[in-house]
């Protein structure tokens, strides 16, 4: 079957006034396929939220970006504005924010956003009963509440508010769904709503990229798991395998998830590189009790982990 | 002994967002405050730091009564107190680099910065370069980072932790839950760590008080 | 790094370079107002007042350029001398209007309370009344000159900047950095000092720009109802003034190049302070951050 969102070799560089280039994506490769959710963590400024930018061409004007990222057969990092306005946002690509409150225009009702939206991406019409159902018929598909449906967005709780977002996200019935962040700053409960709701809406046929730093979150939901590190991809690994036994190959992605509080909760020691000087090796050697001379090499991502020495299954097995 | 003893507050005093609301902290102690966004938990956070005048209630500060808020508080009831924000790039003033973001506290009291600076940016993991960057030059951990040295400059004997690490990865999170357990043990300070992820709050606090329907249950 | 082999594409190169064209026209024509007003009349000993009958209300020409006026005084050259003193007027008049502007509005913002609602009540009043009205008010009560038209712009007009200040300084005295200074012991006095004035300054700067072409409208405005400056004082307002008799004759010169002199540049200073404007939005400024 072919993958509903194929990326091959994605950089992203920003050139900076001072002539100083930084490397905020660097050669990520992956595919995503109808009915999967694929989770891409990492710490904050290591390139995720780059890496979605570029996917919608909301890149910044100093951007350049490098590689494909094909959506059925439009590269959308070679696609134009018109088309990409026109045809990819909304359309093709469904996007979920990080901050529903501020997404959401303040001076509007919930209802004439998603009217808007609806008339903007279906044939539902500019008004009347026809509309009405299917302002309605979005709403219920987000699971929000329709006595709300008359409320502007301050009026509504965090949850309410990214439920109102989602709905926006899914009325163009979008084979791409893309959750940028969508928890951060939700309590534990709604988190698990949200990223459920979100798990429901790609049922089979649609994909999810859920760009996110809460690994707890991603556990609940993604079949499989990307972690990022210092622009690169460094571990494209089965949810169940990565989260489970046995565990994460890539040493950056067992410190990141042994750092979870109710794993040993200690830090992976020092602190990644600059986007500005990465270093000419493995971005992660500095930090890395494995390192070694190969590792002044950058290590391809080779069998879904991207490093010379990766833990290797047997000797977890052992361990467990 | 931090006591908050009845607070009532909020933005607008015919609708407070917390109402009667008694919590205390023993010395040295870490009590967690786990609850939904929006419950007012931050509210009560900034009382305890003496940033938000309540409507009615009081808070005693290792027996002391609380004389005033904000900048009518007296300068050493305020010192008293470390607080971090959850979002770093708010609590940094953008024109000023991490080191003078650190050194503040001190300069303000005009006290001798250079070595407190340097040894507060080696317990949080800042060096190299960075000390001399502003906030839009480094990532969000790295400025969350900052911005708990800044707390600690002054030797608080209670740190108050609102969403401290809501914004950040799981490594940086236990990293700077371990400066401020290190910190602690040096010292002996109190902490009020506010938040909604109950495991992180379990994993950290001695103690931790669930937000209820009319605030925190607390059964200590 | 391996950057070379790879095939980079940009996106968005078309928005840019019309943007650098706009900003950098604007800026060719301000440098070139600057030079002109500041190097014509101490380089040159030509006249602006010389008088020559015999070539009054000549069209355009190679000898003069923008033509005559009615006395037969070079256009070019009194035009020259106009933006000088309306410049002049204009910068100074929005520097006080700012200053006062700045003080006003970052004191009432700080104070907060009953100081902030009576100060902003007051502004509300004046702002209530004509600017122009309030003007011609204020120089009517003093003797025709360059003096009274200062005045009376900075009284006017210093009112949305106090507005713009006061609301940044509120936004910004709300901000978490603020309550950590509060906790570190900072006095009011050095949180004034050092967090909220700095962070209003670009405001109040870049509103003293965009001061400048409405003050220069306004002198001209005052010039042009007679109260501003004398006649015999060339400013812009004066000159499209003083042609207002050519041009019910069908001579349309000594209206239209006073006219432009007044449009273009205050154009080109608006158009700047656009570009410094855009890149005060911290929205554009986190577009650099990761």
Not at chain 1, 150 to 159: A, Q, T, V
Not at chain 2, 109 to 122: C, I, K, M, N, S
Request: proline share 6%; charged share 20%; glycine share 8%.
């Amino acid at each position: 079957m072919t993958p509903v969102l194929s990326v091959e070799r994605l950089s992203v560089r920003f050139r900076m006034r001072d002539g100083v280039s930084v490397r905020a994506v660097s050669d990520a490769s992956f595919d995503l396929a109808a009915g999967e959710c694929l989770a891409l963590v990492g710490e904050s400024g290591c390139g995720k939220s780059v890496l979605a930018s570029a996917l919608l061409g909301l890149l910044p004007e100093n951007a350049e970006t490098a590689g494909s990222a094909h959506l059925g057969d439009t590269d959308l990092l070679a696609a134009d504005e018109r088309t990409l306005a026109r045809r990819i946002r909304g359309r093709r690509v469904g996007l979920v924010p990080q901050s529903p409150a501020a997404h959401l225009t303040p001076v509007r009702t919930v209802r004439s956003q998603l009217a808007e939206t609806i008339s903007q991406l279906t044939r539902a019409g500019r008004r009347g009963p026809q509309l009405a159902t299917a302002v309605a018929a979005a709403a219920d598909r987000a699971a929000f509440p329709l006595d709300h449906l008359d409320r502007y967005p301050h009026e509504l709780s965090g949850g309410l508010a990214q439920r109102a977002a989602t709905a926006l996200a899914l009325v163009g019935d979008a084979p791409l769904l893309l959750a940028d962040e969508p928890t951060t700053g939700l309590d534990r409960d709604l988190v698990e709503r949200t990223v459920d709701e979100l798990r429901r809406h790609i049922g089979d046929d649609r994909a999810l990229l859920l760009i996110t730093h809460d690994l707890a979150a991603a556990e609940r939901i993604a079949d499989r798991v990307a972690v990022m590190y210092a622009s690169r991809i460094v571990e494209l690994a089965d949810a169940d395998a990565f989260f489970g036994s046995p565990g994460p190959r890539h040493p950056y992605a067992r410190g990141l998830l042994n750092a979870l509080p109710d794993r040993e909760f200690a830090p992976i020691p020092g602190m990644p590189p600059e986007l500005t000087t990465l270093p000419d090796g493995c971005a992660f050697a500095a930090r890395c009790a494995r390192a070694d001379d190969t590792c002044a090499w950058v290590p391809g991502l080779l069998d879904g982990v991207a490093c010379h020495h990766p833990e290797t299954a047997g000797a977890e097995v052992t361990r467990a | 002994m931090l006591e908050l003893l009845s607070v009532t507050a909020g933005y607008d005093r015919r609708a407070p967002v917390l109402s009667d609301v008694t919590l205390t902290v023993e010395p040295g102690a870490a009590v967690g405050l786990l609850g939904p966004s929006g419950c007012g938990k931050s509210t009560l956070a900034r009382v305890a730091a003496l940033l938000h005048e309540p409507y009615a209630g009081r808070v005693v500060i290792d027996g002391e009564p609380a004389r005033g808020w904000r900048h009518r508080a007296p300068r050493a009831q305020r010192t008293a107190f470390g607080v971090v924000f959850q979002q770093p790039r708010l609590s940094a003033d953008p024109r000023l680099s991490l080191a003078d973001l650190i050194a503040e506290p001190l300069r303000a009291g005009r006290l001798e910065h250079t070595a407190r600076v340097r040894e507060l940016a080696d317990a949080v993991g800042l060096g190299g370069d960075l000390l001399g960057r502003r906030p839009h030059e480094v990532s969000d951990g790295q400025l969350q980072r900052a911005c708990l040295a800044r707390a600690l400059t002054l030797r608080p004997r209670w740190l108050i932790c609102d969403e401290m690490t809501a914004m950040l990865d799981a490594s940086t999170t236990a990293a700077l839950v371990g400066v401020v357990e290190e910190y602690r043990r040096e010292t002996g300070a109190g902490l009020l760590a506010v938040g909604h992820d109950r495991v992180l709050l379990e994993r950290w606090c001695g103690r931790t008080v669930e937000w209820g329907e009319r605030g925190p249950a607390d059964d200590a | 790094m391996a950057d070379q082999n790879l095939d980079w594409r940009t996106r968005g190169a078309r928005r840019r370079s019309t943007r650098t064209w706009r900003v950098r026209s604007s800026a060719a024509i301000v440098a070139l107002v600057v030079l002109a007003v500041l190097l014509v009349p101490p380089l040159t000993n030509l006249d602006q007042q010389a008088v020559d009958l015999t070539a009054k209300l000549q069209p355009p020409s190679w000898a003069h350029p923008f033509g005559t006026d009615d006395v037969g005084r070079d256009l070019l050259l009194r035009c020259v001398y106009g933006l000088r003193v309306s410049l002049l007027v204009g910068v100074v008049a929005a520097v006080v209007a700012t200053v006062i502007g700045t003080a006003v509005g970052a004191l009432s913002g700080a104070l907060g309370g009953w100081a902030d609602r009576a100060v902003m009540r007051v502004v509300d009043t004046f702002s209530s009344v004509p600017h122009l009205l309030l003007g011609i008010f204020v120089v009517a009560m003093f003797r025709p000159g360059v003096w009274p038209v200062v005045v009376s712009v900075g009284l006017t007009h210093w009112l949305s900047t106090a507005r713009i200040v006061r609301a940044e300084v509120l936004s910004l005295r709300s901000r978490p950095y603020v309550d950590a200074a509060i906790s570190g012991g900072a006095s009011r006095r050095r949180v004034t000092v050092r967090h909220l004035l700095p962070g209003v300054l670009p405001q109040a700067a870049l509103a003293a720009v965009l001061m400048v072409p409405h003050a220069i409208w306004h002198e001209s405005a005052l010039s042009f109802l007679g109260l501003g400056l004398p006649a015999h004082q060339a400013s812009l307002g004066t000159l499209v003034q003083s042609a207002r008799g050519s041009l019910l004759a069908g001579d349309w010169w000594p209206t239209l190049f006073p006219g432009l002199f007044i449009i273009v540049p205050t154009l080109a200073v608006a158009g700047l302070g656009g570009a410094w404007r855009e890149r005060l939005d911290p929205r554009r400024r986190s577009e650099l951050t990761l």
